[in-house]
Every structure is written in structure tokens, then in C-alpha cells.
Nanobody
Framework: QVQLVESGGGLVQAGGSLRLSCAAS????????MGWYRQAPGKQRELVAR???????NYADSVKGRFTISRDNAKNTVYLQMTSLKPEDTAVYYC???????WGQGTQVTVSS
């Protein structure tokens, strides 16, 4: 069974930073592309950043230059380093193995102005 456990969210002032973590189990982590998604109130869930099994990354335009996705295959964990946070980054953040339909419980990120 696929399990994804996100952590690291919280309340931060605009301009601040947070580092999200997602521990995965039930998949062969190292061969899977992983993604971070977010869903703000009243909005659709959107892809924020993605990292391939080979470490190639891509980002939504809204977070380019501010967010960095990385992975540690030894720990079956994917990270999202978020800097220069803005109030519009407020959302529940989820990770997902791109080819699987499973979602974790998410972690709330709230950025105050």
C-alpha cells in the first residue's frame, strides 16, 4: 500500500521560508518521479514542482526561483524548500508519486502578510 506522509508546514510571515518533507513507502521510490502539489481554498489542486527519478526538476512559473524540490532516495523522501514566501502561497501542500493515484494528508502552509 502506498503511503505518503507530508510534514513541515506551518505559519510564516511573508518573505520567510519553510522546508516541507514527504516520506514515501509502498513504492520503489528511487525509480518514481515525484511531485509537490498545492490546493488553496476554493481553487483546484495544482502542480508546484516535479522531480524525475534522475533528478531533473521543473516548476510552476509562480514559484520559479523561490522553491526548490529535491529528493533523498536513501530516505525515500522528497523535499520542497520554499523561500521568499508570499501570501498567495497559502495552501495545503501534498506530495505524490506521479504515476500513482495516492495522496497523503497534506500539510498546511499559511503565509501572513
Amino acid at each position: 500500500q502506498v503511503q505518503l506522509v507530508e510534514s513541515g508546514g506551518g505559519l510564516v510571515q511573508a518573505g520567510g521560508s519553510l522546508r516541507l518533507s514527504c516520506a514515501a513507502s509502498g513504492i520503489i521510490f528511487s525509480i518514481n518521479d515525484m511531485g509537490w502539489y498545492r490546493q488553496a481554498p476554493g481553487k483546484q489542486r495544482e502542480l508546484v514542482a516535479r522531480i524525475t527519478s534522475g533528478g531533473v526538476t521543473n516548476y510552476a512559473d509562480s514559484v520559479k526561483g523561490r522553491f526548490t524540490i529535491s529528493r533523498d532516495n536513501a530516505k525515500n523522501t522528497v523535499y520542497l524548500q520554499m523561500t521568499s514566501l508570499k501570501p498567495e502561497d497559502t495552501a495545503v501542500y501534498y506530495c505524490k508519486a506521479v504515476l500513482y493515484a495516492y495522496w497523503g494528508q497534506g500539510t498546511q502552509v499559511t503565509v501572513s502578510s
